[in-house]
């Protein structure tokens, strides 16, 4: 029952009295305050730092490697030292970020991206590099799992520009970021005096810095805690000042004479009844994902210049426009998919899809001729699309709309922490496999799409069906 305003007489103010009231009002689609808007707007603007700096060394690495003269051994331990970044922040990320909320920590990670940038691209050697890779993959890993538990809960559930849109919203931002890099790296070799193109990589790793530092600007501006986690914790007043603020909802605190304590934050819990099959399936595409998206878009143009036995220009050029034209317009498809579908049907479409693009490529292996050159590259479009539109998208959605408030960033965490062993894995293994094995390599990546299928159709939990914060389930 709606009340009178305290601070606005004369309008009616919603009780607030648990999580469930919070996400109503939200869902109720009556208000859209400016500052949510620029909330998720921010936490996709971390999302877009976290890709920039995973994809500066796609390139650069070459130049890495003649510089400090690295063995194979060596190049995998450099290459993969981000990602197993990216595991130990996504694990004490998530927690921290249930535990503490998710302002606090939102307002932190942005020092790793800023001292790290730094460090990298002015690294004197080899161990200062791969320490400063390290830190950057702690601040990535902290960054995308409050990141997502914003999307989800600044948003409502159903309708357009809903939680599963603004959440798909991640990957045309991901994809976006990894075009502007390439084009970054394009400007930075166009600057660069002639006989120094081995700055380029140090350039571009230092530039990443910059957004870093305007987004720490803005953010201290906009922020705002979750009112979900602040009605999970039992901060009721808090939640109300939130939507007040936030959204313009008049809301006052109605505390239930019975109300429980705030939950304690645990992993344990994700392998509890409802939630462990949907810790299964979430964890076999992540790990399926990051494994077969490094073999693809990690080393996209070193796949270019074999294909076009091209120079710098055209590689840098190949891989900005497939990912403009492909990666990009796919994710914003799948931000459209995304409230009109549900999560699972959307990721198998997409898998499947990867799955014929990746048997394709096995079968080119080195194409000879243009029209087997033509459709390699029009593979590595179909795939970098499907990547858009269904796994990349719904990467984020499943564990986001499959875990409760109190445990949706630990959820994610623990899934993107196996996303980094996927990563770290392939970008250790692959370069081996691709010196044993060459484009055969392609077949057991394939599987990596087809794995997930399987789970997907096995498990048939669909978490844009109803709102998990509404309709809350008891761990068992």
Known sequence: MSTLSVDNPGTLSSPVSSVSDVARLINSGKEQGRYARMIVFLALGGVFLDAYDLTTLSYGIDDVVREFQLSPLLTGVVTSSI??????????????TDKYGRYSVFMADMLFFVVSAIAAGLAPNVGVLIGARFLMGIGVGIDLPVAMSYLAEFSKFSGKGNKAARLAAWCPMWYAASTVCFLVIFVLW????AGH????????????AVPALLIVAVRSRFMNESPLWAANQGDL???????RESYGIQAHAAPAPDSAPPPKVSF????????RERTMVASVMNVCIAFEYTAIAFFLPTILAQFLGAGVFETISASLGLNALFAFTGGLLGMRLAWKFPSRHVAIAGFALQFIALIALALLGHPSGSLAVVLAVAMLGLWLFAEGFGPGAQLMIYPAL??????????????????????????????????????NMLWIVAL???IPIVFLLAVRYEPTRQDIDITPETPQ
């Open 83 to 96: 990602m197993v970044g990216t595991i130990v922040g996504n694990i004490i990320g998530g927690w921290l």
């Open 190 to 193: 166009a600057l660069l005096p």
């Open 197 to 208: 193109s081995d700055w380029l990589w140090r350039a571009s790793l230092l530039f990443g």
């Open 237 to 243: 007043a808090g939640a109300a000042r939130i939507l």
């Open 268 to 275: 344990r819990v994700l392998f509890q009844k409802p939630y």
């Open 402 to 439: 499959s875990y409760p408030t109190a445990i949706r960033a630990t959820g994610l965490g623990f899934s993107r922490a196996l996303s980094g062993v996927g990563s770290a894995l392939a970008l250790f293994i692959l370069p081996q496999l691709q010196a044993a094995l060459g484009p």
């Open 448 to 450: 990596s799409a087809i």
